[in-house]
Structure formats: structure tokens, C-alpha cells
Antibody, heavy 118, light 110 residues
Framework: EVQLVESGGGLVQPGGSLRLSCAAS????????MHWVRQPPGKGLVWVSR????????AYADSVKGRFTISRDNAKNTLYLQMNSLGVEDTAVYYC???????????WGQGTLVTVSS | QSVLTQPPSVSAAPGQKVTISCSGS????????VSWYQQLPGTAPKLLIY???KRPSGIPDRFSGSKSGTSGTLGITGLQTGDEADYYC???????????FGGGTKLTVL
């Protein structure tokens, strides 16, 4: 069974840092692009970042560029999102997703909540 | 404000049919595939439709997708109370070099 499990969310003060992890299983992790998408409370989906299978092609949404870093460890089948200089606007549930050739997001992890508050 | 425009809400009675629109531009829907996602309350999104009109295995044929020009449409027939959820469209935007999603549509089955 293809599965993605996020971890690392929590409460952090403005200006702080957090690292999210996404553990993958049930598929050849290194063969897939992986993305992060976030969902602020009560709002819609917002794309955050993507990384290709070997980790050498990376892109970010403008809202997180320079603050967030996506990476992956194919030996550990794990995707990461390092988040620095967090602001209240970064409060959201963060989802990782495996993405297919035609940009279909499938599956999604269960999400991990990041709350930025003093 | 989302790049892709969806109606905030739609509603219909059990057994009826509903369509949800997703309007974009030539930089996104006009030249890229559209996907649709279902998000049941308190859960993660789930892929319903990809490549404009293809269903992943396990998705019933009550769900369908289409695309015309710069708009995509999700159709749901034989509505069930279990279909009550938020529905999102998504695609690539070549001008933004980013994935974009619609603002979401809340489906109520009356």
C-alpha cells in the first residue's frame, strides 16, 4: 500500500524554525516528484514546494522562497521541509504528496499542523 | 484570491447531478491538464480526476471530468450524502511556474 506519513508539526513562535518530515512507503520513492501543499485553517489548498526524484530540481512558491528548504533522502524514503523565519501567515496543515507525470497529486499524507503564535 | 476560480458552494438533492466549474486562463488550464480532488471533512485531499477526465482506480464512474478551453468541469451523478465535501481543481501555471489550485467548492447534499 502506498503511504505517506508526515510528522514534525507543532507550535512555534514567530521567527522560529521547524522541520517537517514525510515518510514514504509502498512505492519506489526515488522515482517520483514530491510536493508540499499547505492549507490554512478554514481555507483552501496552497502549493508550497516541489522536488524531483534525485533532488536536483527544486521550486518554491514565492511566499516561502528564501525561508523554506525542501529536500529528500532517498535512502530513508523521506521528504523534508525545513521552515525558517516563520510568520503567523505560515500557520496551516502541511501535506506532502506524491505527484505523477501529469501533475496528479496521489496520494496525500494525513497532514501535520504547524501553528505559529506567540 | 485563487488563480483558478470555483464557485464557493453548490447543492443538490440525493440522487441528483451536480457540476462544479473551474475557470482559468491560457497560462494554466488552457495548456495543461486539470486534476480534481475531494476533501471530506477533517481528512486529507484525495485524487478524483486527473488528465482532465481520467479516474484513478477505485473512483466510481459517478465522478467525471471534462475540459473546454480555459475551464474544467467536475460532474457528480447519483449524489449521496457521503459526497458532501470540499472539491478542488488544480493544474500547472506556466506564467507563475507554480502549481495552482482553485479556491474550493463546498458540496452540500440536501
Amino acid at each position: 500500500e502506498v503511504q505517506l506519513v508526515e510528522s514534525g508539526g507543532g507550535l512555534v513562535q514567530p521567527g522560529g524554525s521547524l522541520r517537517l518530515s514525510c515518510a514514504a512507503s509502498g512505492f519506489t520513492f526515488s522515482s517520483y516528484w514530491m510536493h508540499w501543499v499547505r492549507q490554512p485553517p478554514g481555507k483552501g489548498l496552497v502549493w508550497v514546494s516541489r522536488i524531483n526524484g534525485d533532488g536536483f530540481s527544486i521550486a518554491y512558491a514565492d511566499s516561502v522562497k528564501g525561508r523554506f528548504t525542501i529536500s529528500r533522502d532517498n535512502a530513508k524514503n523521506t521528504l523534508y521541509l525545513q521552515m525558517n523565519s516563520l510568520g503567523v501567515e505560515d500557520t496551516a496543515v502541511y501535506y506532502c504528496a506524491r505527484v505523477g507525470r501529469d501533475l496528479q497529486f496521489d496520494p496525500w499524507g494525513q497532514g501535520t499542523l504547524v501553528t505559529v503564535s506567540s | 484570491q485563487s488563480v483558478l476560480t470555483q464557485p464557493p458552494s453548490v447543492s443538490a438533492a440525493p440522487g441528483q447531478k451536480v457540476t462544479i466549474s473551474c475557470s482559468g486562463s491560457s497560462s494554466n488550464i488552457g495548456n495543461n491538464y486539470v486534476s480534481w480532488y475531494q476533501q471530506l471533512p477533517g481528512t486529507a485531499p484525495k485524487l478524483l480526476i486527473y488528465d482532465n477526465n481520467k479516474r484513478p482506480s477505485g473512483i466510481p464512474d459517478r465522478f467525471s471530468g471534462s475540459k473546454s478551453g480555459t475551464s474544467g468541469t467536475l460532474g457528480i451523478t447519483g449524489l449521496q450524502t457521503g459526497d458532501e465535501a470540499d472539491y478542488y481543481c488544480g493544474t500547472w501555471d506556466s506564467s507563475l511556474s507554480a502549481v495552482v489550485f482553485g479556491g474550493g467548492t463546498k458540496l452540500t447534499v440536501l
